[in-house]
């Protein structure tokens, strides 16, 4: 990768909006605590380990930043960047507390119901504006969503590679156990 990152899990921490004036600045939905932390992680990269370019916060808006990069210096440039995804190697970021996750290590996850049966996998988690919410592809071949929270998905182990969803979660008759 051209930022020496390899192989390293790269970590989804923003995606950029709308332009915001005319002279290049940019809106910057963050998936930080603080959304001005997103540029405090250096460069920001694509999916690949490429280096895009180091944020400067110039305001603040509803769930992230006003902001602008070397090189974008008028509404079309800004515009241009819309909908793309900002990452991070995982290296730079902190160590999540407990009970906290990055999304990344959600993806993949098998999804089990409390018997241990096999419900699916994580396949992607969003966030609408209520709160995170996993997508979980069954292994009926459906695509099911799952409110993420401690009563939906009550034991989540990262170390052996799944989660437990509760019973009744999924649309598609599927029942965990009691």
Excluded: W
């Excluded at 004036?21 to 540029?39: I, Q, W």
């Excluded at 515009?79 to 993806?107: N, Q």
């Excluded at 170390?159 to 598609?172: K, S, V, W």
């Amino acid at each position: 990768m051209a930022d020496g990152t390899d192989s390293e899990t790269m970590v989804c921490v923003a995606q950029i909006g709308a332009a915001h004036g005319v002279r290049g600045a940019f809106r910057v939905r963050c998936f930080t605590e603080l959304p001005e932390s997103v540029a405090a992680y250096g460069p920001l990269c694509a999916a690949d380990g490429r280096v895009l370019f180091e944020l400067e916060i110039v305001g603040s808006t509803k769930g992230g930043v006003i902001a602008r990069a070397p090189g974008i210096a008028d509404r079309d440039a800004a515009e241009a960047l819309r909908g793309t995804r900002l990452y991070v190697p995982r290296s730079r970021l902190p160590e999540p507390d407990e009970e906290e996750f990055y999304h990344e290590d959600l993806v993949g996850l098998v999804a089990r119901d409390r018997t241990g049966s096999e419900l699916g996998r994580v396949a992607a988690v969003h966030n609408y504006g209520a709160g995170d919410i996993l997508e979980i592809a069954t292994t009926a071949g459906a695509s099911e969503l799952v409110p993420f929270t401690r009563a939906a998905v009550p034991v989540i182990d990262l170390a052996r590679g799944f989660l437990t969803i509760e019973r009744g979660m999924l649309a598609d008759g599927t029942e965990a156990a009691a």
